[in-house]
């Protein structure tokens, strides 16, 4: 699923699939061949672990832990922690709620800072010219 964006007072945000809450930046899955493709919106690993958990009603299924590994593996991190469920009457959160949220297990808002990894550069080869 492609993050759905919405735009409020001419700028244009990411909706985060788990809180609801309006972002600049988002995270995602990695999947596809060699994690090329990226699925979802959410807005910080944590968030986005705790959200495929609940979808597999709470149990760390091969399903979870593969794209936990995958997670850490493209995003470069070596143990992403599973955020703490939210109340789905708490949603949508807007961004003090969010940060709230957030801080709630440690190194909450440093979730936000992770670097989302640069796609990798296709090489091409010069085309070789003749000298005459």
């Known amino acids: 699923m492609a993050a759905q964006t919405v735009t409020v ?3 244009t945000y990411f909706v985060c ?3 609801g ?5 988002h995270y995602s899955i990695p999947c596809g061949k ?12 944590p968030v986005l672990l705790r959200a495929v958990l609940d ?13 936990k590994h995958d997670c850490e593996a493209y995003y470069m ?3 992403i922690p ?3 469920p939210l109340p789905e009457e708490q949603c949508p959160l807007g961004i003090d709620a969010l940060s709230d949220y957030l801080e709630q297990m440690e190194l909450g808002l ?5 670097p989302q990894p640069a796609p990798e550069k296709q090489h091409r080869k010069k085309a070789k010219t003749s000298k005459n």
């Open 34 to 45: 060699n994690l090329s493709q990226r699925e979802g919106c959410y807005a910080t690993l």
């Open 21 to 25: 809450a309006l972002l600049t930046t």
């Open 110 to 114: 440093s979730w936000t800072l992770v």
């Open 9 to 11: 007072r001419n700028k």
């Open 82 to 84: 599973v955020q703490p």
């Open 55 to 67: 979808e597999e009603e709470g149990k760390f299924t091969p399903r979870f832990e593969k794209i």
């Open 77 to 79: 991190q070596p143990d």
């Open 17 to 19: 699939q788990y809180t």
